[in-house]
């Protein structure tokens, strides 16, 4: 599934891949989970990240030079669209939710957006945990699209204004069982049997080019050259 602007990566990333990646979240994880506010609409909560200077910050940036899983991670989702990416910069921010009536702390919904993010950067949003129910939406498509987002599934797309998509989390789902790709990373990492973790990376690029023709975008010319 998949649009110009955006595509849809279904089993992305294995269970050992998974694992791999919310080890890497949870080492960084710096966030005091123990003295979140209990309220009666909870939000969705951002991870506080420790930084190389051992302060704690909502994004970590990383070097594209260095070896890592969330580079590994961004690398094959653009490998698995047929594009050949030369990356300048990655910067990783984890949003954390909960199913309805789960939590008094960290809510299960992100209302529907548009970014507005005119840096050129494209967005890998990487999915752990539960599964979630995603709409998203561009000014070529008559309805919202709705997407059922499981652990390991991606979503590459354009967060600019000229793009326009429109997408949001309209619920987070305690169905787990159903889902046999993040098993193993279950087992290890309890919190992600009752919660969903989007790992979105907003991703620098010095172009893009495709490696052959799709029904996409059939060129294999330069689609974006800063």
């Given at each position: 599934?998949?649009d110009?602007?955006?595509f849809?990566?279904k089993?992305?990333?294995?269970?050992?891949?998974?694992?791999?990646?919310?080890?890497?979240?949870?080492?960084?994880?710096?966030?005091?989970?123990?003295?979140?506010?209990?309220?009666?609409?909870?939000?969705?909560k951002?991870?506080?990240?420790?930084?190389?200077?051992?302060?704690?910050?909502?994004?970590?940036?990383?070097n594209?030079?260095?070896?890592?899983?969330?580079?590994?991670?961004?690398?094959?989702?653009?490998?698995?669209?047929?594009?050949?990416?030369?990356?300048?910069?990655?910067?990783?921010?984890?949003?954390r939710?909960?199913?309805?009536?789960?939590?008094?702390?960290?809510?299960?919904?992100?209302?529907?957006?548009?970014?507005?993010?005119?840096?050129?950067?494209?967005?890998?949003?990487i999915?752990l945990?539960?599964?979630?129910?995603?709409q998203?939406?561009?000014?070529?498509?008559?309805?919202?699209?709705?997407?059922?987002?499981?652990?390991?599934?991606c979503?590459?797309?354009?967060?600019?204004?000229?793009?326009a998509?429109?997408?949001?989390?309209?619920?987070?789902?305690e169905?787990n069982?159903?889902?046999?790709?993040?098993?193993?990373c279950?087992?290890?990492?309890?919190?992600?049997?009752?919660?969903?973790?989007?790992?979105?990376?907003?991703?620098?690029?010095e172009?893009?080019?495709?490696?052959?023709?799709?029904?996409t975008?059939?060129t294999?010319?330069?689609?974006?050259?800063?």
């Amino acid at each position: 599934m998949s649009d110009k602007n955006w595509f849809l990566l279904k089993a992305l990333l294995s269970q050992r891949e998974q694992l791999d990646l919310f080890s890497f979240v949870d080492q960084h994880d710096a966030t005091d989970w123990g003295n979140l506010s209990t309220c009666m609409s909870p939000s969705p909560k951002t991870l506080e990240l420790v930084q190389q200077n051992g302060t704690a910050a909502p994004t970590l940036n990383l070097n594209p030079n260095d070896g890592n899983v969330v580079l590994d991670s961004v690398k094959k989702a653009f490998d698995t669209i047929e594009w050949r990416v030369l990356i300048k910069s990655v910067s990783m921010a984890v949003i954390r939710y909960c199913p309805p009536g789960t939590s008094q702390k960290i809510g299960s919904c992100f209302p529907c957006h548009i970014d507005h993010c005119n840096d050129g950067k494209w967005v890998v949003l990487i999915s752990l945990g539960c599964n979630a129910m995603f709409q998203i939406k561009s000014p070529d498509m008559k309805e919202r699209e709705i997407i059922e987002l499981r652990s390991g599934d991606c979503l590459v797309f354009d967060p600019s204004s000229t793009a326009a998509i429109l997408h949001g989390v309209d619920v987070v789902i305690e169905d787990n069982k159903s889902n046999e790709r993040w098993t193993e990373c279950g087992e290890k990492f309890e919190v992600l049997c009752g919660s969903r973790f989007g790992v979105q990376c907003r991703v620098s690029i010095e172009q893009i080019y495709l490696t052959k023709p799709n029904n996409t975008n059939p060129t294999s010319k330069p689609i974006r050259k800063e």
